[in-house]
Structure formats: C-alpha cells, structure tokens
T-cell receptor
Framework: ETGVTQTPRHLVMGMTNKKSLKCEQHLGHNAMYWYKQSAKKPLELMFV???????ENNSVPSRFSPECPNSSHLFLHLHTLQPEDSALYLC????????????FGPGTRLTVL | GENVEQHPSTLSVQEGDSAVIKCTYSDSASNYFPWYKQELGKRPQLIID?????GEKKDQRIAVTLNKTAKHFSLHITETQPEDSAVYFC????????????FGQGTRLTINP
C-alpha cells in the first residue's frame, strides 16, 4: 500500500484499557507527526518526530505515549484515557526540510467510553 | 507561538459563484502558507501553497494571495462545483521553523446546486 496508512481505523476502548495506534509511511519521509482532530480544535498537533527523535511535544498529557522505532513507523500508546479524548487521530509524514508538504493518513476514529 | 486565525468558519455559495477564505498569522518571519482540503470522512490533502517570495499563485480554479505586510493570506475558488464542498484549512509554520505547521480553525464550504 502506498502513502500513509493507519490502523486500526476505528477503536472503542474503556477508560482502563491500554491500546496502541499504528502509523506507517511508504513515502521515504523522515519526519512523522501525530494530530488530534476534534470539533473543538480541528487540527491540533501532538507530537513531532525527526529521524526517530521527538522534537515536539505540544503539552500532551502523559496518558498519550508516542513511539517511533524508525522513520517509517509511528505508534501512539494509549492508557487510562478520558471520554474527552475521543477524537480522530491523524498521522502525517514529510521530509525534514523547511516548507514541505505533510501527507496525512486516513486517521483512527477513537471513542473512549 | 504562531497564531493562525481563519474566517469564516462556514461558507455557503451557489454553484458557479466564487468563494474566498481568509487567514491571518502572527509571526512576520513565516514564509510558507499551505491550504489543505478535507472532504467528509477523508484525510486532509494539500491543494495549493504559497511561499513568501510571491504574492499570488494560481492552479486552475484555485488561487492563493499573500499580503506579507498585513500578515494575511486568502484562498480563492472560482466557478465553484459541488465537489468543492469540504472543510478547508490554512496553515503557517510554527515559530522556530517551518516543519511544524499551525492550522487555522477550518472553514466548512458548502456549494449549493
């Protein structure tokens, strides 16, 4: 598959569960991003990784834990989430160069019960 | 940090008419301004971008204008068609580099037949 893929596409979890979101990019990029998209804040940056190193944490609560084992894969580990964390979580990738297009994945629709 | 304001939040136009969406930014050093389109249930995709060394860029029915002095940029869609219905996001680089994008709040554009 080409482009940026995300799994699962839909996830329902309880507040005590632990789950992980996965993102994979097939574009040869070296920067990856996690965004949260909700009605209140349409596209909210969470984390940025350059060459597997985290370069941005946008004051995200510790119940969200990112992991970037290599430039092609990005995970978001979730634990003890709150109902207000329900949102669409989008992954994106780009080249680590100034002014470069970000390519988005299809997102994971997360519902926290 | 960079602050991006986008207006209007919703816009409804008759098919064939033009649509204009405006964004302002706060960081005078910003030099890259992309526009993303997100159709219902789909991922955001870049439709056009402009760099600070030009004042206008066109791509068929879509154009973007940039006023660096006033720190605002606009998306213009002419001869609108039903498939233009979507949410449009503007963005500008966050402080300390263009890799981090700060997105506007989004404009939901509806084209009425």
């Amino acid at each position: 598959e080409t482009g940026v893929t995300q799994t699962p596409r839909h996830l329902v979890m309880g507040m005590t569960n632990k789950k992980s979101l996965k993102c994979e990019q097939h574009l040869g990029h070296n920067a990856m991003y996690w965004y949260k998209q909700s009605a209140k804040k349409p596209l909210e940056l969470m984390f940025v990784y350059n060459f597997k190193e985290q370069t941005e944490n946008n004051s995200v609560p510790s119940r969200f834990s990112p992991e970037c084992p290599n430039s092609s894969h990005l995970f978001l580990h979730l634990h003890t989430l709150q109902p207000e964390d329900s949102a669409l979580y989008l992954c994106a990738s780009s080249q680590v160069l100034l002014n470069n297009e970000q390519f988005f994945g299809p997102g994971t629709r997360l519902t926290v019960l | 940090g960079e602050n991006v304001e986008q207006h209007p939040s919703t816009l409804s136009v008759q098919e064939g008419d033009s649509a204009v969406i405006k964004c302002t930014y706060s960081d005078s050093a910003s030099n890259y301004f992309p526009w993303y389109k997100q159709e219902l249930g789909k991922r955001p995709q870049l439709i056009i971008d402009i760099r600070s060394n030009v004042g206008e860029k066109k791509d068929q029915r879509i154009a973007v204008t940039l006023n660096k002095t006033a720190k605002h940029f606009s998306l213009h869609i002419t001869e609108t068609q039903p498939e233009d219905s979507a949410v449009y996001f503007c963005a500008a680089p966050g402080l300390q580099g263009a890799q981090k994008l700060v997105f506007g709040q989004g404009t939901r554009l509806t084209i009425n037949p």
